[in-house]
């Protein structure tokens, strides 16, 4: 079973900043949080990972709580292009992603 | 767009045949993972190849075997293909199977 609880779907202005939460109550110390998306039947794209510090690349940012119990990827100027499921996984580096349901994300015009 | 390219793009079968996928890894990535999704699922993972050796498995039958070539492409083969077989089969190649890892676009199977 997937180590992570996602909300099945969410709204965004687009040019509005889209923040999209992850728990991840169970967290080892050694787990990474990866962040995927996929949009409509394409393979899925990585964004973003990070274990405790806060990272930041040039398609989102990953703010991990103190406890790391929880994230939130930030997409920070939302486009009509960024509407996909987003898939947020706990990896331990030992060769499977287990994927959840993810969150849809619609970005509005 | 990675540099994971998978083959064919889309496939029709008939129940109890058998299929071939092929997946050539992203230059420098010796790890080929393969998924299964079906229709608004997640991606569930089948096994995964490591210098040519299966290095992990997910819950999936006999039924679905795979291959890693010396240049690291990959295949997977699913015999007495049946209906619920119809998915979208995803490829990714990593390094060390411990890093990020890249999606092809994936092969639309599906079984009549």
């Known amino acids: 079973d997937a180590k992570t609880t996602q909300p099945p779907s969410m709204d965004c202005a687009e040019g509005r900043a889209a923040n999209l939460p992850c728990n991840h109550s169970?967290?080892?110390?050694?787990?990474?949080v990866y962040w995927y998306r996929q949009i409509h039947s394409q393979g899925p794209q990585y964004i973003i990972h990070?274990?405790?510090n806060n990272e930041t690349n040039e398609m989102a940012s990953l703010i991990i709580t103190e406890d790391r119990k929880s994230s939130t990827l930030i997409l920070p100027h939302a486009t009509l292009r960024d509407t996909a499921v987003y898939y947020c996984?706990?990896?331990?580096?030992?060769?499977?992603?287990?994927f959840g349901t993810g969150t849809r994300l619609k970005v509005l015009a | 767009e990675t540099g994971v390219t998978q083959s064919p793009t889309h496939l029709i079968k008939t129940r109890g045949q058998q299929v071939t996928l092929r997946c050539s890894s992203q230059?420098?990535?010796?790890?080929v993972s393969w998924y299964q999704q079906a229709l608004g699922q997640g991606p569930q993972f089948i096994f995964q190849?490591?210098?040519?050796?299966?290095?992990g498995r997910g819950n999936f039958p006999p039924r679905f075997s795979g291959l890693q070539f010396p240049n690291y492409s990959s295949e997977l083969n699913v015999n007495a293909l049946e209906l619920d077989d119809s998915a979208l089969y995803l490829c990714?190649?990593?390094?060390?199977?411990?890093?990020?890892?890249?999606f092809g676009q994936g092969t639309r199977l599906t079984v009549v």
């Open positions: 996984i706990v990896f331990t580096g030992t060769y499977k992603y287990i």
């Open positions: 169970t967290i080892s110390g050694n787990e990474y």
């Open positions: 990070g274990l405790k």
């Open positions: 190849y490591y210098r040519e050796e299966e290095n």
């Open positions: 230059s420098g990535h010796n790890t």
């Open positions: 990714a190649s990593s390094y060390q199977g411990n890093t990020e890892a890249f």
